[in-house]
């Protein structure tokens, strides 16, 4: 699976858009971008998943560059609850050897 | 729709024991995964379990087993423990390993001392 970069930490006010961005250079074209959030002393929730196509959910929207070596996933209006770390993974979604590689994330503060 | 579930939600183990996690998977889920998280670190991926046969496993060492019962319910089990075996213990279910998201539980907080 290919390897992501996310910067380390990010704020965001309250009431605004939080915007985390996600390098993924070496991903292949069967590889889905995924994001999970772990809020503190919980496990990981699933955000949202895509392609190639812009994704979006009632949680979040995923917007992958067409040369797919990159996304933003958008928080439209952040709360204090969406403080958490923030994962991107990318994957083949089905495979015999079903490794989900989390990285150390973005820790993400949202602040009043 | 009942989510994961997890026990014990905490233990504490001596060096050399040996520990017995278990997890409940979210109804109509039949594929766990199991990770490892140690303090400010990323989940690790120890292996999953796919209609009760392992399918995948990370760089863990033998002394890392597991098994998925008929109604998809997983153990882990630790023998020998050492100290940086002390971490948060998560299981993750889905649906046929696959393109959906996974549902994970609360963990298990294990210290060995």
């Known amino acids: 699976d290919a390897k992501t970069t996310q910067p380390p930490s990010m704020d965001c006010a309250e009431g605004r858009a939080a915007n985390l961005p996600c390098n993924h250079s070496?991903?292949?074209?069967?590889?889905?971008v995924y994001w999970y959030r772990q809020i503190h002393s919980q496990g990981p929730q699933y955000i949202i998943h895509?392609?190639?196509n812009n994704e979006t959910n009632e949680m979040a929207s995923l917007i992958i560059t067409e040369d797919r070596k990159s996304s933003t996933l958008i928080l439209p209006h952040a709360t204090l609850r969406d403080t958490a770390v923030y994962y991107c993974?990318?994957?083949?979604?089905?495979?015999?050897?079903?490794?989900?590689?989390f990285g150390a994330g973005t820790r993400l503060t949202v602040k009043p | 729709e009942t989510g994961v579930t997890q026990s014990p939600t905490h233990l504490i183990k001596t060096r050399g024991q040996q520990v017995t996690l278990r997890c409940s998977s979210q109804?109509?889920?039949?594929?766990v995964s199991w990770y490892q998280q140690a303090l400010g670190q990323g989940p690790q991926f120890i292996f999953q379990?796919?209609?009760?046969?392992?399918?995948g496993r990370g760089n863990f060492p033998p002394r890392f087993s597991g098994l998925q019962f008929p109604n998809y319910s997983s153990e882990l089990n630790v023998n020998a423990l050492e100290l940086d075996d002390s971490a948060l213990y998560l299981c993750a279910s889905t649906k046929e390993r696959g393109d959906y998201g996974y549902t994970f539980g609360s963990g298990t907080r294990l210290t060995v001392v």
């Open positions: 109804s109509g889920h039949n594929t």
């Open positions: 993974i990318v994957r083949v979604a089905v495979t015999n050897n079903n490794d989900m590689r």
């Open positions: 895509g392609l190639k």
């Open positions: 070496t991903i292949s074209g069967n590889e889905y």
């Open positions: 379990y796919y209609r009760e046969e392992e399918n």
